[in-house]
């Protein structure tokens, strides 16, 4: 890794000002100045004229926990000028494990991260993190997913927690922390998380108070309740006294088109009061998880083998359809369901390839059944392991949120499946081109802001997400007017436009548009109280 001195690019720094033209000395991983243009600086020199350069991406809500550790190119975000992902999202991950737990994780969220051949010997967040610090394609920080710690404590029952249990759950999120996670996720929607009380949650993030990091959640509802599921939110965080930033911060649903104002209403409200909150959203309407994830939290209970006795029921069958159909179950955040909204997008057995890119309701004309008894069949047949798309966004809400003084991006992308969403390819790209350029949601100077800086600070990170002298060498050089997404739902796996060169830790991971060898990406860990 030698020094190199980017000439002449048009700098956007991160913090909001104007853009300004000067040249970048690079040395030894981190900014060694911000040179005046044609300033003398020893070493390789590398054209950007006519180029915009900016601090790396942070992807702020990421599912490549393994991704990172087996795919070392990771081309689909290292081509977006991610520069950093911030996996354990939504209170599941791989660490901290113990050997059950392990092994039930990587079942339950196979839709979201596949089964890669890996060692997976780590247990611990320092374990992992030590796995990432082997080199990556970018850096990695990590947040502990309360409902595996859960998980590790008291299975997946559907019942409180004890007080020695509450103990429990509370000293692991705190050995986490201390190993350098950023913070707490919770998966409010998904087993056994959903089953935790508030009161849980806020015991669970006395650690955070006392040790540092922010609370992230995926809520309760984004349906029925939307502006109930993320006062709840701000509520627990406000008595728990954490930092907040809310996942995927969609409004999303038929119902609910025009109603991000009242969300974004309680949270200037909560701000106001003194609560720090920021959130991320994705810029795109459908959303995306594992199939199972849409049936009701109590089919749930007892793992595996007892979903499949529930389904295999054909009373209990019933009871499951009449609430998805009818009443809209809380899995599907209490809206009734239109099959024709659901896409599969990936299945981990070969016989089920069929299924994938087609509707549910597609999928049923074809077996000649109920839609219902179709999504029930296909979870049976792909041992509960297939992905999903849901399209239920609403674009006014999309661009309201994205204008937030309080947004940041996160991809939420999923890597697996031959059909996945075209967000794990296309965020940050879409987001410049389509919303910034195209549609002009934002100055390309705040938008670099909601992508660098204004993450940087949510993770506590005081040397990166910014350009300036004396920082990592994180940077992104690309061309303003052509930079945007080429993946979409029918061909998402696509690499985007105008992104010409990124740079980790100051070596870099795409040259010329082309991946590089290189995996100079590290573990970032919170820094210290």
């Not at 509707?359 to 979870?379: I, Y």
């Not at 939420?412 to 987001?431: A, E, N, Q, S």
């Amino acid at each position: 890794m030698g020094d190199l001195v980017l000439r002449g690019g048009s700098i956007i720094d991160g913090t909001g000002r104007p853009a300004y033209p000067a040249d970048i000395a690079i040395r030894g991983g981190r900014i060694d100045a911000i040179l005046a243009p044609g300033q003398d600086f020893r070493g390789e020199e590398l054209d950007v004229a006519g180029l915009v350069v900016s601090p790396g991406f942070i992807d702020m809500h990421a599912h490549s926990d393994l991704a990172v550790l087996a795919d070392r190119g990771h081309v689909s975000k290292v081509a977006q000028g991610i520069t950093l992902e911030v996996v354990g999202q939504d209170g599941l991950g791989y660490a901290p494990v113990n050997d059950e737990v392990m092994a039930a994780t990587r079942e339950q969220i196979a839709g979201w991260n596949g089964t890669p051949d890996l060692d997976y010997s780590w247990r611990s967040i320092a374990d992992y993190l030590a796995k990432v610090d082997e080199g990556a394609a970018v850096n990695v920080a990590v947040l502990v997913p309360h409902g595996t710690v859960r998980m590790m404590v008291m299975g997946t029952e559907s019942r409180p927690a004890t007080a020695d249990e509450l103990g429990r759950i509370r000293d692991i999120v705190a050995q986490g922390l201390r190993d350098g996670a950023m913070g707490m996720s919770t998966g409010l929607t998904y087993t056994p998380g959903m089953y935790a009380s508030d009161a849980e949650l806020v015991h669970a993030l006395a650690a955070v108070k006392e040790i540092g990091g922010y609370y992230c959640p995926h809520h309760r509802n984004y349906g029925v309740n939307v502006v109930e599921g993320y006062r709840a939110c701000l509520k627990i965080a406000g008595e728990a006294a954490v930092p907040l930033h809310l996942a995927h911060c969609h409004v999303n649903f038929p119902q609910n088109k025009g109603r991000a104002a009242e969300v974004l209403s309680a949270i200037d409200e909560a701000v106001g009061a003194g609560l720090d909150v920021t959130l991320d959203s994705y810029p795109y309407l459908a959303g995306a998880t594992y199939l199972a994830a849409l049936l009701p939290s109590w089919v749930h209970e007892g793992g595996k083998d007892a979903m499949g006795q529930r389904l295999a029921d054909p009373t209990t069958r019933k009871r499951i359809l009449h609430e998805i159909e009818v009443e809209g179950s809380d899995g599907h955040h209490g809206v009734p369901m239109d099959w024709t909204t659901i896409v599969i997008a990936s299945t981990q057995r070969a016989g089920n390839a069929w299924a994938v890119g087609k509707t549910v309701a597609e999928m049923a004309g074809e077996r000649v059944a109920s839609a219902g008894d179709a999504f029930l069949d296909l979870l049976v047949a792909d041992d509960f392991g297939a992905g999903c798309l849901v399209q239920v966004g609403n674009e006014e809400n999309v661009q309201a949120v994205m204008r937030h003084g309080a947004h940041t991006v996160g991809s939420d992308g999923i890597l697996v499946g031959d059909r996945p969403h075209p967000r794990g390819w296309g965020t940050f790209p879409r987001f410049l081109g389509h919303y910034v350029r195209e549609l002009g949601v934002m100055s390309l100077e705040e938008a670099v802001l909601h992508a660098t800086s204004r993450p940087a600070r949510r993770l506590g990170l005081g040397d990166r997400g910014v350009i300036k002298a004396g920082n990592w060498a994180d940077l992104v050089v690309f061309d303003a007017a052509a930079v945007g997404s080429r993946a979409t739902y029918d061909n998402p796996k696509v690499l985007p436009d105008g992104i010409h060169h990124v740079f980790v830790n100051g070596e870099a991971t795409i040259r010329q548009g082309t991946r590089t060898s290189a995996t100079p990406g590290r573990a970032v860990r919170r820094m210290q109280k």
